[in-house]
């Protein structure tokens, strides 16, 4: 079971639809992280969090919008995407900020453009 | 840059041993990685070793590193059919925050 929660666990939505994604964890971890994963490959950065504030952003358009709220939450708000941005996307989160420090990985919101 | 390479796949009979090979570029990583994804999941994190470290075992999982190569292996004793999935091998990247995967090597084991 991972501890780190990610919901929805499949989300289908329109190219001009709105919709947020979601991610918690309880370990006390101060560094977050979104990436993104297309079939047959390997996991791709987009965000990180250390201490509640964006860190790194991969050159990632700006139709994903990531939040932080607290230090427990991190949520990734979608608008206006295209069907190419179908795919995986996993949160995760290390401890004591972002450095060298093992990354534990939520089971993904499997998203779906029409 | 920093890369990892890894053999994209691998089939093995159950009750065999599995070794899953990486190689990486950046000497400077303070751990690498071994993950585990099984279908339709997230990445879990099977095991990983500090870079000062030749050999890490975890009871079926044993991770050898050699750095003068600069290769990682994972070796699966006994390996069951509960074991198939993609294995990827990762390493911190030179700010020590992004992680940089393997391509994943696909296990699968015939019982």
């Known amino acids: 079971d991972t501890e780190v929660t990610q919901t929805p666990k499949h989300l289908v939505m329109g190219m001009t639809n709105k919709k947020s994604l979601k991610c918690e964890q309880h370990?006390?971890?101060?560094?977050m992280y979104w990436y993104k994963q297309k079939a047959k490959k390997p996991p791709e950065l987009m965000f990180v969090y250390s201490y509640e504030k964006l860190s790194i952003n991969e050159s990632v358009p700006s139709r994903f919008s990531p939040e932080c709220p607290n230090s427990s939450l991190l949520n990734l708000h979608l608008h206006a995407l295209q069907p190419e941005d179908s795919a995986l996307y996993l949160c995760a989160s290390s401890s004591e900020g972002a450095m060298n420090q093992p990354q534990h990985f939520g089971d993904g919101t499997r998203l779906s453009i029409l | 840059g920093e890369d990892v390479e890894q053999s994209l796949f691998l089939s093995v009979r159950e009750g065999d041993s599995s070794v899953i090979n990486c190689t990486y570029t950046?000497?400077?990583?303070?751990?690498l990685y071994w993950y585990k994804q099984e279908p339709g999941a997230g990445l879990q994190l099977l095991t990983y070793i500090f870079s000062n470290m030749d050999m890490k075992q975890d009871q079926r999982l044993t991770v050898l590193l050699n750095k003068k190569d600069k290769h990682l292996s994972l070796r699966i004793a006994d390996t069951q059919t509960g074991d198939s999935a993609i294995y990827f091998c990762a390493e911190s990247d030179q700010a020590g925050t992004a992680l940089i995967f393997g391509k994943g090597t696909t296990l699968s084991v015939s019982s």
């Open positions: 950046d000497s400077s990583s303070t751990y």
């Open positions: 370990m006390g971890h101060r560094a």
